[in-house]
């Protein structure tokens, strides 16, 4: 039996799974299962899974459409191993991940881990900046998993993992946004373990154009709420730098517009910044002039969500009904 479960919901995108499947087939321990959970696709990814059985020991599952937490609990009731692992369908794993996570948890156990993400040498330019954007500390995407010194690591559910143990005690993931931080903050808050593991990365493929990622983004401002209403002592000063530089960049075009063109040089200064970082990171010019318009899509869409949020659930107080709903929400 394998040690570790494998578990991926899928929505419409069975290129990924055969990337993700070819990615898995090629890990040098395979002392794991794959379990691949079709959560009401209409195009399905099953001939892609058959064509993996001889090389993955993979299952597939096909439900009803119900959001990508219920599926993700719907393969862990049907896992045979004694850690689950999350990764998201756009993920491709480095040969080594179970290798070297097998070593990590062998040298310090831990119940609840997560582990970074990167760009692939074969991903696109705008997947490079999008990359960069989430990950960048300028852009506030290091408190994201990057750094080992944050206070409270929080594992996201495209590259993490509990024990068995954890499951029982405290079950699986909640439909909601941000579930996996949801997850993460019930995990620590009954006492288990957590902890970064950075040598486990995934190659993380990300959204594919600026618009699905300011909508995604967005959505990620407005979850940042939900969460304050859930766990109120959970929002740091760090998660409303976005909503701060919206305002803040907002604020000083108009200066620029209607008092002295000087105002704007503060932005100009910043980006200026995140392009050399870039650079430095990267080796690519035109990942770098990317990033620059892939970090403020972030930060801009992200500071609207968290706003309009801000003021629609906690000023006027329409965040109660979501609040006590979600809370019923059992994780099973």
């Not at 692939?120 to 080992?148: C, P, W």
């Not at 990942?287 to 500071?303: D, E, H, I, K």
Request: net charge positive; with cysteine.
């Amino acid at each position: 039996m394998a040690y570790f479960s494998v578990i991926v919901p899928v929505y419409n995108r069975p290129k990924e799974v055969k990337d993700l499947l070819e990615s898995l087939a090629q890990q040098t321990d395979k002392d794991f299962e794959v379990l691949i959970v079709e959560d009401g696709s209409t195009e399905r990814c099953y001939d892609i899974v058959m064509d993996y059985k001889d090389k993955v020991d993979v299952s597939y599952f096909h439900k009803a459409n119900e959001g990508r937490s219920i599926a993700r609990n719907f393969g862990i009731e049907r896992a045979n191993g004694a850690y689950f692992i999350f990764f998201d369908s756009d993920c491709v794993i480095p040969p080594d991940y179970f290798a070297t996570l097998k070593k990590a948890l062998k040298k310090k156990y831990v119940d609840c881990f997560g582990g970074p993400d990167a760009a692939a040498d074969d991903f696109t330019l705008t997947q490079k900046a999008i990359n960069y954007a989430m990950t960048s500390f300028l852009t506030t995407g290091g408190i994201r998993g990057g750094k080992v010194q944050l206070e409270k690591f929080t594992p996201r559910s495209f590259n993490m993992g509990y024990s068995r143990d954890v499951w029982h005690k405290v079950g699986g993931f909640r439909e909601m946004f941000s579930e996996d931080i949801d997850m993460s903050t019930r995990i620590r808050q009954a006492g288990f373990s957590i902890s970064l593991i950075r040598e486990a990365f995934v190659y993380h493929k990300r959204r594919v154009n600026f618009l699905k990622f300011a909508r995604q983004t967005y959505v990620f401002g407005m979850s940042r709420i939900t969460l304050k209403l859930l766990y109120p002592k959970s929002l740091k000063l760090v998660h409303c730098l976005p909503a701060v530089f919206l305002v803040g960049t907002v604020t000083l075009i108009l200066l620029s517009i209607f008092w002295h063109w000087w105002a704007i040089l503060p932005l100009v200064v910043y980006f200026a910044a995140i392009f050399i970082d870039a650079l430095c990171r990267t080796r690519n010019l035109v990942v770098a002039l990317m990033a620059v318009p892939a970090s403020l899509v972030m930060l801009c869409s992200y500071g609207l969500g968290f706003l309009k949020a801000f003021v629609w659930k906690i000023v006027l107080r329409h965040g109660r009904d979501e609040q006590q709903e979600i809370a019923m929400r059992k994780g099973k």
